[in-house]
């Protein structure tokens, strides 16, 4: 889809039914990393979520639903309403987490239906303008772009409308002030709020108070500050709660709550196999509750098969905002579901399906789920004798696993069909954000020596961005984005590179932030891109983990493609180069 084709499916409404009485307004609350399992809604006997519960209590509970096994493709399947491989998003990192800029959106569609658009939380469906929040429908925003965070305190990652903001508190606390600031501005149009919570996903940073409770009932540490970041986001959603009680918006705001994908905690697990990253039931089923004062059945529980890509035309029937015109979508709406609390499932099958690079059906960790059974890659179960999965019973049943199989097939064949995998070019001087961060997760790597290799390289095959080609020393270490390098180069010849789209002609100076230890320093690189190139000496740091930023020269950049390229003049004393950690480009 091109961007004019996306303006014409806004502008081209799809045929939706009004609801009566004054448009409703809507709350999704996501949080990152809890299974199903992880709330006393579903039967933890050890957790405590008493907000939570009450709002499940209160609304319908959907027990059979399903996200995918990573976070960035489920959020791209809750805004688009399609799989998240028709979307561009097929990574959690390295770019491949970045949702193509002609998707239609839920917040777009919901602000051009007069909506107050809001995002409170992770974003993690494109670092860079124009795949940012603001960027993509919502006229409101407080977020940060990755996948991962190192700072719970005071994060400093944050940015409120594509701007740098400091923020102070723990990360759930400044979340739920944002949101609860949302609700209570005053605006005569209703409102669209995603508060979409970090935790519990690493790193597991919380008070004591809270970890202390669970070592009391006798959990491990870690088991205790993972339950202990889900309560004290229990207490944050209870105080949005409350806020809507004042406001006296609550009979007139549907309220939506779940998870991203399956949980991290292994205390307790309700009888599913599989956690995050796993295509088994574990992996994939969420909770999903579902409140409207009223509408809604309260205390239904709703066993019918259903998933997040559901959610989007199911707000929209709800709000009666237009479906998008000309797009498909794999997601059907629950609403009526939600009004009944009953009832049959929209969906023959459920596939999920989660590879770090190009799904594979040979490789990835994937799953087609049918009303009863469910192939998990050779694995079949019935589900209705076997919800946890722990009888294959592919031998006994041959026919139904290769129907499945084959029918799995040709879905991964038709969704990925004109994929690429890969990230679309980083935008170099766009209006919306100048300088740009280049990030090291973005570049491809190239050296010529030593032994590191990544065992997902197919051999003979051009190395995947994030991977190293097989033999090289070159490698990017993951250290939680703001930290990540890009290391052990130091022959002649070996390089980094990023493609660009370069949106403005120019002059722009360049700024690179690294870390050497003093007694390796003294090499040089080289950086270049449209044909002409800066060369400067590395200088030695603290160390080679403690970062320095520091300038490197200007380069005059054509509009366009480009490729930006960092290579190794000299190393120096023979040792690594640098650890090169970001890259900064402002057009002057």
Not at 545 to 554: D, I
Request: glycine residues 10%; contains cysteine.
């Amino acid at each position: 889809m091109t961007r004019r084709d996306w303006i014409a499916a806004l502008a081209s409404p799809a045929v939706t039914a009004q609801p009566s009485g004054p448009r409703p307004n809507v709350v999704i609350i996501m949080v990152d990393d809890a299974g199903w399992w992880d709330f006393g809604a579903n039967g933890n006997p050890h957790i405590e979520t008493p907000h939570i519960d009450r709002l499940a209590a209160e609304g319908v509970n959907f027990t059979n639903f399903h996200a995918q096994p990573v976070c960035a493709p489920t959020r791209a399947s809750l805004m688009t309403g399609r799989h998240y491989l028709r979307t561009g998003v097929y990574n959690t990192r390295f770019g491949g987490d970045t949702m193509r800029a002609s998707e239609v959106t839920l917040p777009s569609i919901l602000r051009n239906h007069g909506y107050r658009t809001v995002l409170a939380g992770k974003w993690h469906l494109g670092a860079y303008a124009p795949y940012a929040p603001h960027n993509r429908g919502f006229e409101e925003s407080l977020s940060q772009a990755h996948g991962h965070l190192e700072r719970y305190w005071h994060p400093d990652q944050f940015r409120r409308n594509g701007r740098s903001v400091e923020t102070r508190g723990h990360i759930t606390d400044v979340l739920t002030d944002a949101a609860i600031n949302a609700v209570r501005r005053r605006d005569p149009r209703p409102f669209f709020l995603f508060l979409s919570y970090n935790v519990p996903h690493s790193p597991h940073y919380i008070s004591d108070e809270y970890v202390q409770r669970y070592l009391a009932k006798g959990l491990p540490l870690t088991q205790a500050q993972i339950y202990g970041q889900i309560t004290h986001c229990d207490r944050g959603v209870g105080r949005l709660l409350a806020a809507l009680d004042k406001e006296k918006l609550r009979d007139n705001t549907i309220v939506m709550f779940l998870s991203d994908n399956g949980g991290v905690s292994t205390f307790f697990n309700g009888g599913l196999r599989g956690r995050k990253a796993s295509a088994f039931e574990g992996g994939t089923r969420v909770p999903f509750f579902a409140r409207w004062p009223g509408r809604f059945p309260a205390g239904a529980r709703v066993p019918a098969m259903a998933c997040v890509q559901d959610i989007l035309p199911t707000v929209c029937e709800l709000t009666g905002a237009p479906l998008p015109h000309g797009v498909s979508l794999d997601g059907e709406s629950i609403a009526g579901l939600m009004r009944r609390g009953r009832g049959d499932s929209p969906h023959d099958y459920l596939y999920a399906i989660w590879d770090r690079f190009q799904p594979r059906i040979d490789r990835s960790q994937w799953s087609i789920r049918g009303r009863r059974y469910k192939l998990v890659r050779e694995q079949l179960f019935d589900l209705d004798t076997d919800p946890g999965e722990r009888v294959d019973i592919a031998a006994v049943r041959p026919d139904i696993a290769r129907e499945m199989r084959e029918r799995f097939a040709a879905w991964l064949e038709e969704v990925t069909s004109g994929q690429t995998f890969e990230p679309p070019p980083i935008p170099v001087g766009h209006p919306d954000e100048n300088p740009v961060e280049i990030q090291a997760s973005w570049a491809r790597i190239h050296g010529s020596h030593v032994t590191w290799a990544s065992a997902s390289v197919d051999p003979g095959k051009e190395e995947r961005l994030g991977d190293p080609a097989a033999g090289s020393a070159v490698n990017y270490t993951f250290a939680g984005y703001d930290w990540d390098t890009i290391d052990g180069w130091k022959n002649p010849g070996e390089t980094a590179t990023w493609k660009l789209d370069v949106w403005s002609a120019g002059v722009y100076d360049v700024t690179v932030s690294y870390g050497c230890d003093p007694e390796t320093a003294g090499g040089m690189f080289r950086i270049s891109a449209s044909g002409n190139a800066v060369e400067a000496e590395v200088r030695a740091t603290p160390s080679r983990n403690v970062f320095e930023t520091r300038p490197a020269g200007a380069l005059r950049l054509a509009k366009g493609a480009a490729t930006l390229e960092v290579s190794v003049v000299g190393p120096g004393r023979g040792q690594e180069l640098m650890t090169l950690n970001r890259i900064w480009l402002r057009k002057r």
